[in-house]
């Protein structure tokens, strides 16, 4: 039997240039267009967004002439004088008779500070990391309440689900920051990740319980025959199953999470899209800004994206999936 000739757009090779120049045209069109805008761009002042040198100074207490004693700079006066100790790391900026007024540099340190962009990403990271422990564990509890055989568990579960998945995050967030946390007294970074975990815990009860129930019966009933009771049956046999099963779209529901924790900056948590708000504020430089944030967010995304891959190319092997 002849093989049946391949259409030429089924070629990868010639689907591969064709995307890639599509986005180098596309590319050149936006870069065309903002060139015609009236607008400064300022990407020098980007590297300091990320990294920046801190210049430290000690000053000339009053008018006068310098005389060094070790570790110790005296500034003499017409009618009085002062010692300033010169802390280890300081390097002087005077020298022996040098005339001094009042407020001049006497000795400086200089050192390399995280940027405000780096602070964020920091903090970004710690509440999505608390925020995804949380809705996982919500998420499992929440699955099992809804498979369970007692019908108050169901019900309680269903309901939660549905009003959460219904509601908004931003009012949600809004709720528990102004009512709850203000009841309980809970710090404002938790009351954000807690607010988190609670409306990806919903989701993520979803998806689990769907993967559990996709597992054939004949697991349970084989389980059974073995001697397993019901918790060493979800535990051993039917868990890793639907972990695997539901990996996919639980790594797209962290994405998300780590997305949608931009929204805890309206509780003026200092994360990357407060810190960009702040930035934008004071160098009035908002398309540099906004690009190198959302460049940070793609980062993190692509890499828990990358990450997925992996662990789930590593179970297609050992199989199950």
């Given at each position: 039997m002849a093989k049946e000739k391949q259409h030429f757009l089924h070629n990868k090779t010639l689907g591969h240039i064709v995307a890639v120049s599509f986005y180098i045209i596309l590319g050149y069109m936006l870069f065309m267009a903002a060139s015609k805008m009236n607008y400064i761009w300022k990407w020098s002042g980007v590297p300091k967004y990320f990294v920046y040198e801190k210049i430290e100074t000690l000053t000339a207490p009053l008018d006068g002439k310098i005389r060094i004693h070790g570790s110790h700079v005296i500034v003499e006066g017409y009618d009085n004088s002062k010692e300033v100790e010169i802390e280890k790391g300081y390097t002087l900026s005077v020298n022996e008779g040098d005339s001094v007024y009042e407020n001049d540099t006497l000795a400086h340190k200089t050192s390399t500070q995280l940027g405000p962009l780096l602070e964020g990403l920091i903090v970004t990271l710690e509440i999505s990391g608390v925020a995804a422990i949380l809705a996982f564990s919500i998420g499992s509890l929440l699955a099992f309440m809804r498979i369970s055989s007692y019908q108050f568990l169901k019900d309680i579960a269903t309901i939660y689900i549905a009003v959460i998945r219904g509601t908004p995050l931003l009012v949600q967030i809004f709720i528990f920051?102004?009512?709850?946390?203000?009841?309980?007294?809970?710090?404002?970074?938790?009351?954000?990740?807690?607010?988190?975990?609670l409306f990806f815990g919903a989701y993520i009860a979803e998806v689990l319980r769907g993967a559990i129930q996709s597992i054939d019966k004949g697991q349970y009933e084989a389980a059974k025959s073995l001697g397993m009771n019901y918790p060493q049956t979800m535990l051993y046999i039917i868990?890793?199953?639907?972990?695997?099963?539901?990996?996919?779209?639980?790594?797209?529901?962290?994405?998300?999470?780590?997305?949608?924790?931009?929204?805890?900056?309206?509780i003026s948590i200092t994360d990357l899209t407060k810190v960009g708000r702040e930035i934008v504020a004071n160098t009035f430089s908002p398309f540099e800004t906004w690009l190198i944030i959302a460049a940070v967010y793609f980062g993190i995304t692509f890499l828990l994206t990358v990450l997925g891959h992996k662990i789930e190319n590593r179970m297609k092997k050992q199989g199950g999936m």
């Open positions: 920051y102004f009512i709850i946390a203000t009841i309980f007294e809970i710090e404002r970074f938790f009351a954000g990740a807690i607010s988190l975990g868990m890793p199953q639907a972990l695997k099963r539901a990996l996919p779209t639980l790594v797209g529901e962290m994405i998300a999470l780590v997305k949608d924790s931009s929204l805890v900056s309206v």
